[in-house]
């Protein structure tokens, strides 16, 4: 069927309802642009709660390096999640794995390194009013953080929408915790993955499901 055997009005209703897209930029252009996003999560969060009391006690390279270190893992896993949300890059399932557990061995390999330079635990019977706090402190940052990376999720149309908020959640936890560890003194194990992985988990399963929700809306509209 040529243009001139379509339907007159069918050929106008088309014409009316197209309409100049923005090309997607590049998924590493787009997590440069989440920089200030980065440095945000990484100062704000000491500077609004407080540094830790002890941060004096590390080096530069342990306080600072860290948490930069875990700001820039951050915002590759934030490009990786917009790749995955264009269709035809998705991520391989072989990659997708070796992201995931290479982002738990940093975080676990950042909490012993930070627990051995300087090792401190949460005072007897208050361990889970502190792993609250954590909690809570975290999130006041984090979620309303996630709502800039979703928002470039929408513009593209993933096709595993559940995997790609949850590496946008992945990616923005790491860059929170990387400013809660200059807040919170508490190094202990225990404390750092309860309470600091806990948060992460959570913006995991948030980003998941805010990105399949709205997915469900678009396909609807």
């Known amino acids: 069927m040529n243009e001139s055997q379509v339907p007159a009005e069918l050929l106008a209703a088309i014409k009316r309802d197209l309409r100049s897209v923005r090309p997607l930029a590049n998924p590493a252009r787009r997590a440069l642009a989440l920089v200030p996003l980065a440095a945000t999560l990484l100062i704000g969060s ?3 709660w407080g540094w830790r009391s002890n941060l004096n006690q590390l080096t530069p390279l342990a306080s600072w390096g860290l948490s930069a270190l875990e700001a820039v893992a951050g915002l590759v896993i934030l490009a990786a999640g917009f790749r995955e949300a264009v269709p035809g890059r998705e991520i391989s399932t072989r990659g997708l794995v070796a992201l995931w557990c290479a982002s738990l061995i940093g975080f676990v390999l950042v909490m012993h390194v930070t627990h051995a330079l300087l090792p401190t635990v949460t005072p007897a019977g208050v361990e889970v009013r502190y792993a609250w706090e954590c909690v809570g402190m975290a999130v ?7 709502a800039l990376p979703a928002w470039l999720v929408a513009r593209a149309l993933p096709t595993r929408p559940a995997m790609t908020g949850a590496l946008c959640g992945l990616g923005v936890g790491l860059m929170e915790d990387a400013g809660v560890r200059l807040f919170c003194w508490v190094t202990e194990p225990t404390h750092v993955l309860v ?3 806990g948060a992460i988990v959570l913006l995991i399963v948030l980003g998941a ?8 809306i678009k396909h609807r509209r």
């Open 46 to 48: 000491p500077l609004y």
């Open 140 to 146: 006041a940052f984090s979620v309303p953080a996630l």
């Open 195 to 197: 309470a600091h992985g």
């Open 209 to 216: 499901a805010c990105a399949t929700f709205v997915e469900r």
